[in-house]
């Protein structure tokens, strides 16, 4: 069920549906946001579009993050 949920958020968001969504499904948030909030400790820690949150995260917290889930 989770593929095809996501699957159907995707189509709404590519048809210009606002959406906001907590996740731990990266994949999932690069491919469907425009912009990426990370949060830790209630506290923003960046924000960012999703190419730059990826590939050239700003924050050391953040780096720490994707390197943790990404490296799996």
Known sequence: MIKEVLDTMIALAEDGMTMICVTHEMGFARQAADRVIFMDAGQIIEENAPDQFFD?????????????????
Do not use: A
């Open 56 to 72: 050239d995260p700003q924050s050391p917290r953040t780096k720490m993050f994707l390197n943790q889930i990404l490296g799996h």
